[in-house]
DNA sequence: AAAGACTTCGAGAACGTTCTCGCTGATATA
DNA sequence: TATATCAGCGAGAACGTTCTCGAAGTCTTT
């Protein structure tokens, strides 16, 4: 249990120096004499020294370790957007901790009230989809810890945010329904109120809308974003009066759902109803007929997010920044008609 | 950037009173007033005060962070591992700190030898697939930081361990198997050298022997882990001499692999060539036909893993121990031959 | 009334670093 | 020779807590 450390002070003594000087030679300042410097090393390495992050951390006011909160971490998304950020936080020298809400605003709140939170040097957040009250983030920017958003972001917070282009993303999946012939195309969205929700809509209208398509309302709907909504929105699309004959899904995996829905009804995706989807998730590959997608870089999000975050930590003034990464379309079986 | 933080000290001034007395109020400690305990909570919510974690754990040497070293997180069973750990290591007031390997042994040892690493309270661990020496783990052992192994354990190393019951459940999948009628039953295994992977291998040799069937060496591929080499070593096993009737697969992704591979020759998954699976991915469902797999408790690993580590780092004396969690054998569609 | 026990609190050291200041001795400048 | 410059180093404070020790006051016991 209890474990003795090697500290600065035991090189100190055993070379007969200060500890002062000990410390400028690990942090090679430019006040050290390189043979001292050389010698503290050796000796450092000898005894197996490891600096104390608690005390360095108490002196410079920082600990190193940005958190990160995301609804869940059980998903192709989310999972590679968090190696995306642990890439580059560990290149820096940082730890990454994570908060995990399970998509409830109120796990939400209490995360973000937690205490721990305070001793985070920079905090990485996807909100909850439930969450509307903004206030908590609110308290956190102004205690001065940095925050950036990522994927899903709130509103109405003045804070660096990093989104794939959602709106053209959508707008180009639309747009391809509608070159393979399909003409009566239902969308099946997130929860309301949420931004990237909203984005995708708006390029899917604005895609029907250009290309001189009706939009019926009984051709939306919104719900939540697994499988299963998946499943009860395509059953519920089969429900309408006219039924249509291609669905924009809002995220790979309630288009599966669609797509086992309608499989269980014996209706041929593609040729009765194309499906297409968006995150390029692996199973997209694995379904049969295989999904039409749109792909989001997530990788890059998790880099880039973390990126943005380390700067924000470590510039004297930082710009609220906002980015937005491309998509890109990936045609396969699900969207073809022939 | 600069952010000015309330601290105890504060507290003290405002209300003249010592910090010592701050300090015993904030633990509730025995020798306090209740009263006065009151005045400085109030007081300390009053100031948004948060304790500063660098602080405390200075005095108590330790800080909090419990590492996570695993090969990756974009897959449903590590992600899912991570889920459980993070769940009992916050209510325990615990963060967690991923550490990711990319399954590469020189990565996993860069990271042990990581200045960070020696700033844990204890480290949650799963070999890469390609470490084969473990002294870097003994070092880390002897400098007294507590690890507990998860899923792929070290053999040699005297540390606590938990995982799934590797052999009992590959001996079910095979007993289905053949159950099933299937007895031309080949394996496509992981990497030789880890231990859940010999485990799932004795099972397989097991349940074959008992059931007076033979095993062609021709029947057995060691390979990595990935859908890649799944599909490569279904490939493989249809150019053998005698065409098994059956496949085993050390886990999903290997086994949906196979699947591709055999779908795309025009092979009837079920009737032709039966296959199974382990872990319970949730592509299991998606894929057509359906996959039937053995279930691998991740959650819970993820949580008994933590809960051991905690009980390593507070207790005065611990025991090394192991831990084998069962599995469940789950039918689908890939095993049947009507 | 004296002694003991208990309650409540303060002073100050300690944890392992970094940082500021100033000192020493050597070298360069006038 | 006297003075300024500079390289290299040490002493000690500081960061925000906890912990140990002891003191003051109150209450109980005799």
Redesign the pocket.
């Known amino acids: 249990m209890k474990r003795h450390?090697v500290?600065?002070?035991d090189i100190a003594r055993e070379l007969?120096?200060?500890?002062?000087?000990v410390?400028?030679a690990?942090?090679d300042t430019y006040?050290?004499?390189?043979?001292?410097?050389q010698l503290v090393l050796k000796k450092a390495q000898e005894l197996n020294?490891?600096?104390?992050f608690?005390?360095?951390g108490?002196?410079?006011?920082s600990s190193h370790n940005i958190g990160v909160v995301l609804p869940t971490i059980t998903n192709y998304y989310f999972s590679t957007v968090i190696t995306g950020i642990q890439e580059v936080a560990y290149k820096k020298g940082y730890n990454i901790v994570l908060y995990i809400t399970n998509d409830s605003a109120e796990r939400e709140m209490d995360i973000l009230n937690e205490l721990s939170l305070g001793n985070m040097d920079g905090l990485l957040v996807c909100v909850s989809s439930d969450s509307r009250q903004n206030d908590h983030f609110e308290q956190i920017i102004a205690d001065g810890i940095p925050i950036v958003f990522f994927d899903r972001v709130a509103h109405d917070i003045k804070a660096s945010k990093i989104m794939q282009d959602d709106y053209h993303g959508a707008y180009q999946a639309v747009e391809h329904l509608i070159q393979q012939g399909y003409k009566k195309i239902a969308h099946i969205a997130g929860p309301a109120g949420l931004l990237f929700t909203e984005r995708r809509m708006e390029g899917f209208l604005a895609a029907m809308k250009d290309h001189r398509l009706p939009v019926k309302k009984e051709w939306i709907i919104h719900s939540g974003f697994s499988r299963d909504f998946g499943e009860k929105d395509a059953l519920q699309l089969l429900q309408s009066r006219t039924r249509p004959d291609a669905i924009f899904a809002v995220n790979d995996r309630k288009a599966i759902g669609a797509m086992l829905a309608l499989k269980k009804k014996n209706i041929r995706i593609g040729k009765q109803i194309g499906i297409i989807g968006f995150t390029n998730d692996p199973m997209c590959e694995i379904i049969s007929p295989s999904l039409t997608t749109v792909e989001e870089p997530a990788l890059e999000i998790g880099r880039k997010s973390c990126e943005f975050l380390l700067n924000h930590i470590n510039k004297k003034h930082f710009q609220v920044q906002e980015l937005t990464l491309p998509t890109k379309l990936i045609v396969r079986e699900s969207t073809m008609r022939g």
């Open positions: 450390f500290t600065i002070k007969n120096i200060s500890v002062a000087t410390s400028r690990m942090r006040d050290v004499n390189q043979e001292t410097r020294y490891k600096p104390n608690n005390a360095t108490l002196v410079k006011n």
